[in-house]
Nanobody, 123 residues
């Protein structure tokens, strides 16, 4: 089993940056592809990006491509989401997730989830 703890969210002005972190427990971190999703009030959970088990491959939603970067440090059991040039429409709760298949854009393709971290972008 894997437990995920998300952190790093906050309030930022449009154009700013945040780095989100997701710390995983357990010794099976490298068995999982990792992803970030987000969910705004009244909307469905939306895929943001994913990274393969080794970290060699990444895949992004068109809405964040070129602005967000996902990375992982397997020695620290941690995955990151660097968010740059933030826009008000990026405001959401961001969740990390662990799954067996890369890339998977549907939430049901993931087995474990973090508790979420709020990102608010002011205009």
């Amino acid at each position: 089993q894997v437990q995920l703890v998300d952190s790093g969210g906050g309030l930022v002005q449009a154009g700013g940056s945040l780095r989100l972190s997701c710390a995983a427990s357990g010794r099976t971190f490298t068995s999982y592809a990792m992803a970030w999703f987000r969910q705004a009030p009244g909307k469905e959970r939306e895929f943001v990006g994913a990274i393969s088990r080794s970290g060699a491959s990444t895949y992004y939603a068109d809405s964040v491509k070129g602005r967000f970067t996902i990375s992982r440090d397997n020695a620290k059991n941690t995955v990151y989401l660097q968010t740059n040039t933030l826009k008000p429409e990026d405001t959401a709760v961001y969740y990390c997730a662990a799954g067996k298949v890369f890339p998977t854009v549907r939430p049901r393709g993931y087995d474990y989830w973090g508790q979420g971290t709020q990102v608010t972008v002011s205009s």
